[in-house]
C-alpha cells in the first residue's frame, strides 16, 4: 500500500487530503509543518509528498527546493498545493522540483488524478 505524506498548517484541509487519499486506499501521515515534516520523512518512507505553499516557519515552496536537492528525497513526487493560483505561483512551484500544483480548495478528483499518475 503507497504512503502519503500530507504537510498542511491548515487542519481543516489536512482533514479533507487525508480523507480522500484514505478512502482511495493510501496509507496517510498528516502534520502541521515543513520541520515536523522533515523529522518524519525518514522514518515515514511516503511515495509521494501533498504540500502546503503558505506555512508558518518554512514555506512549502523552500521544503521542496530542499527536499529536490536531496539525493534521498530527491526521487519523491511532490505536489503542492495552495490558494495561490496565480501563473507566477505556479511557475514557482516547477522552478522549486514541484511534480504538480494544484490549488486549494483541492477537488478530490484532480488530487486523486495527480497522486494516481504520480505513484507508479
Do not use: H
Not at 501521515?29 to 515515514?44: F, T
Not at 503542492?80 to 496565480?86: A, E, G, I, M, R
Amino acid at each position: 500500500m503507497s504512503k502519503v505524506l500530507v504537510v498542511d498548517d491548515s487542519l481543516t484541509d489536512r482533514r479533507i487530503m487525508t480523507t480522500y487519499l484514505t478512502e482511495a486506499g493510501l496509507t496517510v501521515l498528516d502534520v502541521e509543518s515543513a520541520e515536523e515534516a522533515m523529522e518524519k520523512i525518514a522514518d515515514y518512507q511516503p511515495q509521494l509528498i501533498v504540500l502546503d505553499v503558505v506555512m508558518g516557519g518554512k514555506s512549502g515552496f523552500e521544503m521542496c527546493r530542499n527536499l529536490k536537492a536531496d539525493q534521498n528525497t530527491k526521487p519523491i513526487p511532490v505536489i503542492l498545493c495552495s490558494s495561490k493560483s496565480t501563473e507566477a505561483d505556479k511557475m514557482w512551484g516547477d522552478v522549486v522540483g514541484a511534480d504538480a500544483y494544484l490549488t486549494k480548495p483541492v477537488n478530490r478528483d484532480e488530487l486523486l488524478g495527480k497522486v494516481e499518475q504520480l505513484i507508479k
